[in-house]
C-alpha cells in the first residue's frame, strides 16, 4: 500500500474543506482568452486564482487547517516556512482565528511578500537562502516552542483545501480537454489532481515546473512561488497518480507569459502562477482541445516587474538596447536621435560613454534604448543604423 494511500485526502474531505471554506475563499473566475487562443492553436480559458484573498490559491489550504486544529493548539500559535505566498495565507488565516504566527522565510524572499506577510500579523523570521532552509528553521523551533507547524504542500489538510480548486473547475469548465497546473512542492497539483480524477477522469492534467530548479539547472527562477527542489514524499506519490505528464520551462518563458498576461488580459501573474500559459505557447503540452491554465498568484515583487517587463519586451523583439559611436562633433547624436525618430522608434534612454574602453579618440560612445514593434523592427532598424554607417552592437 502506498503512502497517499494511507493519508492523502480524497474527494470526500476536498468537499468539506470547500463547506469550511465558503464564503471565505472566493469561487475564482475563469476567463476566456482569445489572444492566448490564438498564440495556442487551441481554445485557453484562464483560471484567475491570482484573484483569490491574500493573492494567490494558498488560503485555501491555510484556512482549512486552521479551522480544523483544536483550539489548545491554535493557541499554542502556528508556524510556517515559505517564499512567501504560503506565509501571507498562514498569517491571514491564523489572524481570523486569534492563533499567533510565525513565519519564516528565505532571505531572499520578494519583499513585497514579505511586507504583506507582516501586514497580516505575523512575525516575521528570514532564514538562508532556499525554502529547505526556512523549512529546517522553523522545524527546530516547533520543537522547541510546541507550536503547530502548517506544512506548505506535505500535509493533507493543505492538500484537501487546494483541491477545491478542482471542485470548481470540475463545475466551470465542462467542455475542457486539458488542465494546467504549477507544480512546486507539489501541494496545489496533488489537491486539483485528486478532485479531477474523481469528477473528471477523462481531463488530462499536466503540471509544469520552472527548469531553473531542477537538476542540472541554474538553481534560480523568477518564478519563486515553484522554487522547490522536489516535491515531497506525500505529494510525490500522489502526483504519480494522478498527472499524465510534467513539463518544465524556462524564466524567459515565464517572463513572456507575465508580460502577455498584463497586457492582453490585464491580469497581474507572479512567475509561480504563470508557468502554465508559457507551456502553452512553448507548444510542451499537446492537444487542440480547451485548455485551462491556473494561474495560481499574482503577488510578484514591483521590481521584479519592471526586470521581467523589459526582459519581455526584449524577447518580445519589443525592446531593443543597442551600443553605438557617433563622432564627437555638436551634434552628430541629435543627428542619429533625429534618423532613428524618423523611423517611428520611441528612444526610451540615451547613455553617453565618451571614456569607455574601446571608443576611439575624436568618438563618443552611446547606448539606445529603443521600444520597437517586433523582432523584425529590430532588424531593420540595425540594418538601417548599419547602412547609415553607425557601427552597431545588441545587447542583450
Not at 35 to 54: C, I
Not at 144 to 154: M, Y
Not at 214 to 243: E, F, H, M, N
Not at 319 to 335: F, I, M, W
Request: proline share 6%.
Amino acid at each position: 500500500m502506498t503512502s497517499d494511500a494511507v493519508t492523502a485526502p480524497g474527494l470526500a474531505e476536498i468537499e468539506q474543506a470547500r463547506e469550511r471554506l465558503r464564503g471565505v475563499a472566493r469561487v475564482t473566475p475563469v476567463y476566456p482568452s482569445e489572444t492566448f487562443s490564438r498564440l495556442a492553436g487551441r481554445d485557453v480559458l484562464l483560471k484567475a486564482e491570482n484573484l483569490q484573498r491574500t493573492g494567490s490559491f494558498k488560503i485555501r489550504g491555510a484556512y482549512n487547517v486552521m479551522t480544523t486544529l483544536p483550539v489548545e493548539r491554535r493557541a499554542a500559535g502556528v508556524v510556517a516556512a515559505s517564499a512567501g505566498n504560503h506565509g501571507q495565507a498562514v498569517a491571514w488565516a491564523a489572524r481570523e482565528v486569534g492563533a499567533p504566527a510565525r513565519i519564516f522565510m528565505p532571505q531572499d524572499a520578494p519583499m513585497a511578500k514579505v511586507d504583506a506577510t507582516r501586514s497580516y500579523g505575523a512575525e516575521i523570521e528570514l532564514t538562508g537562502p532556499a525554502l529547505e532552509e526556512a523549512l529546517e528553521a522553523a522545524q527546530a523551533y516547533v520543537a522547541e516552542s510546541g507550536a503547530v507547524l502548517v506544512h506548505p504542500f506535505e500535509d493533507p489538510q493543505v492538500i484537501a483545501g487546494q483541491g477545491t480548486i478542482g471542485l470548481e473547475l470540475a463545475e466551470q469548465v465542462g467542455d475542457a480537454e486539458t488542465v494546467v497546473i504549477p507544480v512546486g512542492g507539489g501541494g496545489l497539483a496533488s489537491g486539483i489532481g485528486v478532485a479531477l480524477r474523481a469528477l473528471r477522469p477523462d481531463l488530462r492534467i499536466v503540471g509544469v515546473q520552472a527548469s531553473g530548479t531542477l537538476p542540472g539547472g541554474t538553481g534560480y527562477t523568477i518564478a519563486d512561488g515553484i522554487a522547490v527542489k522536489q516535491p515531497g514524499t506525500l505529494t510525490s506519490a500522489i502526483l504519480d497518480r494522478v498527472l499524465d505528464e510534467v513539463v518544465s520551462v524556462d524564466d524567459e518563458q515565464i517572463a513572456e507569459a507575465i508580460v502577455l498576461l498584463l497586457e492582453r488580459t490585464k491580469l497581474v501573474v507572479e512567475g509561480g502562477g504563470a508557468v502554465g500559459v508559457a507551456a502553452l505557447l512553448s507548444g510542451a503540452i499537446p492537444g487542440s482541445g480547451p485548455a485551462v491554465p491556473v494561474l495560481s498568484g499574482g503577488n510578484i515583487d514591483a521590481s521584479l516587474m519592471v526586470q521581467v517587463l523589459r526582459r519581455g519586451l526584449a524577447v518580445s523583439g519589443r525592446y531593443l538596447v543597442v551600443r553605438t559611436r557617433v563622432p564627437d562633433r555638436p551634434g552628430q547624436l541629435a543627428e542619429l536621435l533625429r534618423r532613428l525618430a524618423a523611423e517611428r522608434v520611441n528612444i526610451v534612454e540615451v547613455e553617453h560613454q565618451r571614456e569607455a574602453a574601446g571608443v576611439p579618440v575624436g568618438e563618443t560612445g552611446v547606448e539606445l534604448t529603443l521600444l520597437t514593434r517586433d523582432p523584425a523592427h529590430c532588424e531593420q532598424l540595425l540594418a538601417q543604423m548599419r547602412e547609415w554607417g553607425y557601427p552597431v552592437d545588441r545587447i542583450d
